[in-house]
């Protein structure tokens, strides 16, 4: 008996080339697709007349969108910086209070946390670590390395994603190289 049967899947992972099997989404996000969500327009826009860099890209397995089910998947985040600011992926929270785990593979990051109040948090992603979004708070992935961050996630499946607020406003800190190093600075487009 091998492998698994109907409702049941079993999935591969190859954690080195950041691969899952099988996958029922996936996507890469080009600077292109996020202009908004760096801070220095001038950065994206200097960067975008000589190239559209891949910033990140993910794979993703849902069973069901239905309650119940969980959906699990890997993001790979580049390195890199517009400006002063380090790739990063998009950010989002969930349009039902879910939670999240990030399992981190490879890399060295930053998972900044955000509540619908206002109130920050940060968490170090780095290998074999287990990173915990709790219900209600925004989160995003900064990539403060020089390789690339992967990070496994799992969440339950009918959550949804506002990207909506976090297109607007930001969050209220950005992670930005000062001196060689990652530093967790005031947005300076953050309003409340
Ligand atoms: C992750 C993220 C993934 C990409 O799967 O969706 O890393 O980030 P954005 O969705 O913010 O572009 C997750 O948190 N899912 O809920
Ligand atoms: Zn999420």
Request: glycine residues 8%; aromatic residues 10%; positive net charge.
């Amino acid at each position: 008996m091998e492998g698994s049967s109907g409702e049941a899947p079993l999935l591969s992972i190859d954690l080195r080339r950041c691969l899952l099997k099988p996958v029922t989404r996936e996507r890469t996000v080009r600077l292109s697709d996020m202009k908004e969500f760096f801070t220095d327009p001038d950065a994206v826009e200097r960067t975008l007349s000589r190239r559209d860099p891949k910033i990140y890209e993910y794979r993703e397995f849902t069973p069901k969108e239905e309650p119940g089910h969980l959906s699990v998947g890997i993001t790979v985040v580049y390195p890199g910086k517009v400006g002063r600011e380090y790739y990063m992926t998009r950010g989002h929270f969930h349009l039902k209070d879910a939670a999240e785990y990030y399992y981190c593979i490879a890399g060295r990051g930053i998972l900044l946390l955000q509540s619908k109040s206002g109130e920050v948090a940060y968490v170090e992603l780095r290998p074999r670590k287990i990173a915990y979004v709790p219900p209600g708070w925004g989160h995003r992935a900064v990539n403060v390395g020089r390789r690339r961050l992967a990070f496994l996630y799992v969440y339950p499946s009918d959550s949804g994603h506002d990207y909506g607020v976090i297109r607007e406003k930001g969050f209220a800190k950005i992670v930005v190289e000062e001196r060689g190093r990652p530093k967790l600075v005031d947005n300076p487009r953050y309003s409340t």
